[in-house]
């Protein structure tokens, strides 16, 4: 967790094969619980293995349904969404969801692959060509989210697949790490710190060292047998 906000609204999720991050926004402690609510929702589905891609989407659109239920239910969490990235690995495929700002990163030991897209407008500027990422990093709308789930009854966001191999990393981190720490950095903590969890560590670290002015989620995993 970042050193300024009092409240968590970052949560994540390590279930067997199963990763997931998830970011939440909304006034007071409302954006803590769209993520904790949609982590519980995904921590309590069954995957089926043998259709990934179709249990991701079910799951996700059950989650954002249970966000919009309880929000309506509830004055004081009314507005309040969260970002989420998951993905599921099952015969050295990730299978991935993902909607909001959040990312997920491949590192192969050579590369680092961006694997999801930030749904966010200064996302879309940049690629449209009318920002930099250098601009959009301190652009005053760099955190207005285009997605999120909870917002919206009918929910649009991606699945893919990914082929992974045995010693290839994934990483899945909320903005309040990659807003901090550049993809260099990302790849020579990567490589220097082998382990997963002192890799994750030493991001969270970094970023805490440079004010930490978010939540800060890191997870850091290796596929192999």
């Known amino acids: 967790m970042g050193q300024i906000r009092k409240v968590n609204q970052d949560g994540y999720l390590v279930r067997d094969s199963l990763l997931a ?26 995957f089926e293995q043998g259709n990934p ?7 996700v659109t059950h989650a954002n349904l249970k966000i919009l239920k309880l929000a309506e239910e509830n004055q004081e969490l009314a ?3 969260t970002t ?15 909607i909001g700002d959040s990312r997920i ?14 749904h966010s407008i200064v996302a879309e500027l940049v690629r449209s060509g009318a920002l930099s990422e250098k601009e959009a990093l301190v652009h005053p709308h760099r955190n207005v989210l285009t997605r999120s789930l909870g917002t919206a009854p009918q929910v649009f966001f991606d699945l893919r697949e990914e082929n992974m191999a045995d010693g ?46 978010d939540n800060i989620t890191a ?3 290796a596929i192999g047998d």
């Open 79 to 81: 507005g309040m969404g």
């Open 168 to 213: 290839d990393i994934l990483v899945l981190c909320t903005d309040g790490l990659y807003s901090l720490i550049s993809e260099e950095e990302m790849r020579d903590i990567l490589t220097n710190f082998t382990d997963p969890q002192q890799a994750a560590e030493r991001l969270v670290e970094l970023a805490n060292e440079r004010g930490g002015h």
């Open 53 to 59: 891609l179709e249990s991701l989407q079910e799951a």
């Open 219 to 221: 997870l850091v995993a």
């Open 105 to 118: 990163y491949k590192w192969d030991g050579k590369k680092l692959h961006q694997l999801t897209e930030d």
């Open 21 to 46: 991050v998830a970011d939440g926004m909304g006034g007071h402690q409302a954006g803590e619980v769209a993520s904790s609510l949609a982590l519980k929702v995904i921590a309590d589905w069954p």
């Open 84 to 98: 989420l990235s998951m993905a599921l690995i099952v015969n050295k495929k990730a299978y991935i969801a993902h």
